[in-house]
């Protein structure tokens, strides 16, 4: 849960307006709403069931098929759609974006943000990227839950001229909906999790469809004989498709160099399989597991198993 204090202070932004209401988008409102960050609440989504949803569940008090109808008197805009319809979501709410709101997003790239964003951007208001990296395998406005951002850390990109007061505001807000916030540049984001999150998802994709192509094992014995790890590999892949499609095409340059490195690093793994090299093995294995204990003493993971990944527990993106 978020601090007592958080929801006895007066909300950051008079009209919050989500564009897109799935797993974050959703979170996100569900969070605002718990703790009173903003006074009103909107959305817009494309999909009437969506939009449906999130009205159904008391999620926003407005929903929209207009993305311009929702950011209207919006003093803070998220953008919460797949990057790659950013551009077309930038062009059609910029002539309605009010003088001094902030506008940023929850993608999971950010120099491709900046490219497909940053030019539609009216003077006046305030462009201060974002990406919350917290997530589940989840979709839909049904998906999301309040404490999906709890200790998990949020980054920010601003651009060098964002302006200060601005910047504070949207970081005060992540840290009350429970973030840790971490100021960076756009492309060493995109660097960090390359590693970190793109490539993790990429091998999972590929381990998975691997076993699933694999003609001397049927489907059924696949999922019959399934071990921890290749279990923790297709929840990562039963991910949003159209979300991470668009990860890989506009991060493309820094997940190619993360994955040169990696192919790099695996084959010299074959080769010590190849060669029966036990210490080339037992040494790397050793180096791996105090990396998964860093990470369970830094609060990023829970040390138990959860291949379910369910509730606050859920594994960051």
Same mark, same amino acid.
């Given at each position: 849960?978020?601090?007592? &204090? *958080? #929801?006895? %202070? @007066?909300? /950051?932004?008079?009209?919050?307006? $989500?564009?897109?209401? =799935? ?66 979501? &930038? *062009? #059609?709410? %910029? @002539?309605? /974006?009010?003088?001094?709101?902030? $506008?940023?997003?929850? =993608? ?210």
């Amino acid at each position: 849960m978020s601090a007592p &204090a *958080a #929801a006895l %202070a @007066p909300p /950051l932004y008079r009209r919050l307006a $989500l564009i897109g209401i =799935g797993l974050i988008g959703s979170s996100i409102a569900r969070v605002a709403r718990r703790d009173g960050l903003a006074g009103e609440i909107v959305c817009a989504a494309k999909s009437e069931a969506s939009r449906d949803a999130a009205l159904k569940l008391g999620l926003v008090g407005a929903a929209y098929a207009d993305p311009a109808a929702a950011v209207a008197g919006a003093d803070l805009v998220i953008l919460c759609t797949p990057v790659g319809a950013y551009a077309e979501i &930038a *062009a #059609a709410i %910029a @002539p309605h /974006l009010a003088p001094g709101a902030t $506008l940023s997003d929850v =993608g999971s790239v950010k120099q491709a943000v900046f490219r497909a964003v940053g030019p539609h951007v009216p003077p006046g208001v305030h462009f201060i990227p974002g990406h919350p990296v917290a997530g589940t395998e989840q979709s839909g406005p049904e998906a999301g839950f309040a404490e999906l951002f709890l200790n998990r850390w949020c980054i920010l990109t601003p651009p060098a001229d964002a302006d200060a007061a601005a910047l504070e505001r949207l970081a005060e807000f992540w840290r009350r909906c429970g973030s840790k916030v971490e100021i960076m540049e756009a492309g060493h984001h995109d660097l960090v999790l390359a590693i970190t999150s793109h490539v993790p998802h990429l091998i999972a994709y590929n381990i998975v469809a691997t076993a699933a192509d694999l003609e001397t094992v049927t489907q059924s014995e696949v999922i019959k004989y399934s071990a921890g790890g290749f279990r923790d590999f297709t929840r990562i892949a039963a991910s949003d498709p159209t979300m991470w499609r668009d990860v890989f095409l506009h991060n493309r340059e820094a997940v190619l160099e993360m994955l040169g490195r990696f192919v790099e690093d695996l084959t010299a793994l074959q080769r010590a399989i190849r060669w029966g090299d036990g210490k080339t093995l037992f040494d790397l294995f050793t180096r791996t597991r105090a990396v998964r204990r860093a990470i369970i003493d830094a609060g990023q993971e829970v040390n138990q198993p959860d291949f379910g990944r369910t509730g606050a527990a859920a594994a960051p993106e």
